[in-house]
């Protein structure tokens, strides 16, 4: 099995980054030193751009190992604070959201608990649809770092799985009022990270997200996705970690 690259911390992200390219960890931070790339930095979406790809290999004459075909990545939710509640994997959006309603159904209002998952289910298929694909063959959706899955204003919004949030909140997926749940998974549920072994879709595109993370203050800058779900589990022992922030 060849490496897998993660993006814990910055001291993670630059070790994965070597082990991509091959070289040392000393090398990718004369990388990150170098004016070039810093003025690059100043604007995100050129990091994403063949022109970085080069300048990297120009200053590494190196490019990212074709053997690397995976990353460990993170998925942002909420959890009732055991590991034994993902026993059953990472799963896709559909089964995920049932699964999720299923373990808080007792907290569930009575009288609301029949619609709570149809109505989940539907808002998975509708928004899967407007994304050009089916509700069972979606997610489940992940961060390339831990920094955008667990303090990002965006990952911290998806510890609220989002077909839930729409149920009372109106989007153009869901016309809100069904039922409330927030203080049901804020007040009995933790916030958590799993982290996961997938396919990457692209590693210069996995690459750019972990020098945008490297060259911006604090890790703030989460360029692209490059793990896309199928709506196939991942399996419980693909899950590297659980990860309560």
Sequence with gaps: ???????????????????IYAVSS?????????????????????????GFHYIVWHLLNAYPREDITHAYYYHSTSYGGCPSWFDEGLLGSMQGVGRFLDKIMGLIPEDKRPMAKPVAAGIVK?????EGSAGDATGPWAWNTLTAASSSEDGMNFRIPEAIRDMWSSSFCGGGGTVDLREVIEGHLKPVVVKFKGKTTDIYDYCASLWAYLLSDDGECHLTHTFRGTGQTIPREDIAAVIDV
Excluded: H
């Design 126 to 130: 509708l928004r899967s649809e407007y």
């Design 26 to 50: 000393d090398d990718i931070e004369r990388v990150l030193r170098d004016p070039t790339v810093q003025e690059i930095a100043q604007e995100w979406g050129e990091i994403q751009k063949p």
């Design 1 to 19: 099995m060849s490496f897998v690259p993660s993006c814990d911390s910055r001291e993670d992200a630059i070790n994965s980054l070597a082990q």
